[in-house]
T-cell receptor, first 116, second 114 residues
Framework: AQSVTQPDIHITVSEGASLELRCNYSYGATPYLFWYVQSPGQGLQLLLKYFSGDTLVQGIKGFEAEFKRSQSSFNLRKPSVHWSDAAEYFCAVVGGLTGGGNKLTFGTGTQLKVEL | EPEVTQTPSHQVTQMGQEVILRCVPISNHLYFYWYRQILGQKVEFLVSFYNNEISEKSEIFDDQFSVERPDGSNFTLKIRSTKLEDSAMYFC????????????FGSGTRLTVV
């Protein structure tokens, strides 16, 4: 069964500093990977996704993520964090074309706090 | 950009009552889903629906839950007899095809059972 691990529950960074949120997945075949952001009381906004091809994917709001098959990771990065980036970030995986169904399996989330 | 629309945005109901949460998926999508997020926890899969039948469901999706696509545009989640622990944010989603292509979430319905 597919699973997602986000090892950092809380992260605090200073505004303008770089950011990396970790995500590790477990899936037998090539997964489809997603990062979502959720502001308090709000829905899920898709930041970026990886299906195939270039392992470095660009998303909205200046975020990027790199798929590393050898490490089973899909870490989210941003070179310079803005105060408005404070939110909860979820990594998610779906089984891809080879199976695993269509359900998204989410990690437990990383709460990002930005200090001014 | 096409959206998944959920109504209502908030619902308060008494324990034991039936509730129906409504969703309008993106029109050309073929796969429909419900997810749940209890306050402060991660998003959990409830059920997926394709070709007018349930294609997969989680252990959370017990006999108290049902889904329906009553017409060509709506997708509903019914909870027959609500419990306090059903209080959560419920997200509807739809996708074009297998593997999560075009996966789009609605903004959610916050259900509070009192």
């Amino acid at each position: 069964a597919q699973s997602v691990t986000q090892p950092d529950i809380h992260i605090t960074v200073s505004e303008g500093a770089s950011l990396e949120l970790r995500c590790n997945y477990s899936y037998g075949a090539t997964p489809y990977l997603f990062w979502y952001v959720q502001s308090p009381g709000q829905g899920l906004q898709l930041l970026l996704k990886y299906f195939s091809g270039d392992t470095l994917v660009q998303g909205i709001k200046g975020f990027e993520a790199e798929f590393k098959r050898s490490q089973s990771s899909f870490n989210l990065r941003k070179p310079s964090v803005h105060w408005s980036d404070a939110a909860e970030y979820f990594c998610a995986v779906v089984g891809g074309l080879t199976g695993g169904g269509n359900k998204l399996t989410f990690g437990t989330g990383t709460q990002l706090k930005v200090e001014l | 950009e096409p959206e998944v629309t959920q109504t209502p945005s908030h619902q308060v109901t008494q324990m034991g009552q039936e509730v129906i949460l409504r969703c309008v998926p993106i029109s050309n999508h073929l796969y429909f889903y419900w997810y749940r997020q209890i306050l402060g926890q991660k998003v959990e899969f409830l059920v997926s629906f394709y070709n007018n039948e349930i294609s997969e469901k989680s252990e959370i999706f017990d006999d108290q839950f049902s889904v329906e696509r009553p017409d060509g545009s709506n997708f509903t989640l019914k909870i027959r007899s609500t419990k306090l622990e059903d209080s959560a944010m419920y997200f509807c989603a739809s996708s074009e095809g297998v593997g999560g292509n075009g996966y789009t979430f609605g903004s959610g319905t916050r259900l509070t059972v009192v």
